[in-house]
């Protein structure tokens, strides 16, 4: 089972910058794509970017430009650096991510509690 633990998040002014981290622990055999998805009040939850483990990312259009997926796999730790960020992007984050418990067995897509990102105008 793999337990993923967000931070980073808070409350910012339009035009500032967060920095939000996920780790992964647990016993798994491979950690493959990570990402970070969102949810704000009375919307669905949300793609914002992910990452492969060799470093491919995807972008939601309404963040491309502004926030940066990485990640550090021998932390097995996610980070969403995002900056110029507007009261649109005010929502909860949560940090998603595909693993494996053996070689032979399906891949499991697995939740973080998530982060709440404020954003005042």
């Known amino acids: 089972q793999v337990q993923l633990v967000e931070s980073g998040g808070g409350l910012v002014q339009a035009g500032g910058s967060l920095r939000l981290s996920c780790a992964a622990s647990g016993r798994f055999f491979s950690l493959n794509v990570m990402g970070w998805y969102r949810q704000a009040p009375g919307n669905e939850r949300e793609l914002v970017a992910t990452?492969?483990?060799?470093?491919?990312?995807n972008y939601a259009d309404s963040v491309k430009g502004r926030f940066t997926i990485s990640r550090d796999n021998a932390k097995n730790t996610v980070y969403l650096q995002m900056n110029s960020l507007k009261p649109e992007d005010t929502a909860v984050y949560y940090c998603g991510a595909a693993w494996k418990g053996n070689l032979m067995s399906n891949e499991i897509w697995s939740w973080g509690q998530g982060t709440q990102v404020t954003v005042s105008s």
């Open positions: 990452i492969s483990k060799s470093g491919r990312t």
